[in-house]
């Protein structure tokens, strides 16, 4: 069971908007502004997408924006394109034992 | 550009330790800390630990303390990461990432490790 909790799956189609969502708690997403988000297409390594809650490395589409309320992190995707098929998984810095925790990942399909 | 290249596949026996290592350049090596990361066919990603910059510090994940050890050359710019007493359940593919700000904004190409008699 990962500390962090995401939908298993979001589906949308082409030109559509979808978010997800990732749900921790006080000691983790909601305690700190350390959200990343990461995409990673079948036998890749993942990619860095947001960092920080809401900033996006250089060369990442603005297309892919975030946001947090109280210790749940959301991602968003605009316009959505057949290349963004792909999981995506959550992380947070946490003040537990274990101080970085991903989300179970969330598969999107580009209907 | 910046890139971190890992050694090659690996093949071992319940019991047995592995080391896997992770070569970075384009960069200052020593002005970065560095995590592991793990994913097991099919599963999501599962962080292993990280070492600070300079090598002499490192915060394992309570699930691989006393199995786990990291170190850093900072000669060679070459992480590495020991798995010891290995498992079936540890085959999985390995990563290294290096940390900016609090994420993982680079990641290796990824080690496969497999457990098996």
């Known amino acids: 069971q990962s500390a962090l909790t995401q939908p298993a799956s979001v589906s949308g189609s082409p030109g559509q908007s979808i978010t997800i969502s990732c749900t921790g708690t006080?000691?983790?997403?909601?305690?700190?502004?350390?959200v990343s988000w990461y995409q990673q297409h079948p036998g890749k390594a993942p990619k860095l997408i947001i960092y920080?809650?809401?900033d996006r490395p250089s060369g990442v589409s603005n297309r892919f924006s975030g946001s947090k309320s109280g210790n749940t992190a959301s991602l968003t995707i605009s316009g959505l394109q057949a290349e963004d098929e792909a999981d995506y998984y959550c992380s947070s810095y946490t003040v537990s034992g274990t101080p970085w925790v991903f989300g179970g990942g969330t598969k999107l399909t580009v209907l | 550009q910046v890139q971190l290249v890992q050694s090659g596949a690996e093949v071992k026996k319940p019991g047995a330790s592995v080391k896997v290592s992770c070569r970075a350049s384009g960069y200052t090596f020593t002005s970065h800390y560095a995590h592991w990361v793990r994913q097991a066919p099919g599963q999501g990603l599962e962080w292993m630990g990280i070492i600070n910059p300079s090598g002499d510090s490192t915060t394992y994940a309570q699930k691989f303390q006393g199995r786990v050890t990291m170190t850093r050359d900072t000669s060679t710019s070459t992480d590495y990461m020991e798995l010891s007493s290995l498992r079936s359940d540890d085959t999985a593919v390995y990563y290294c990432a290096r940390d900016y700000r609090h994420a993982l904004d680079f990641w290796g190409q990824g080690t496969m490790v497999t457990v098996s008699s």
């Open positions: 920080e809650v809401n």
């Open positions: 006080s000691s983790d997403v909601g305690g700190y502004n350390y």
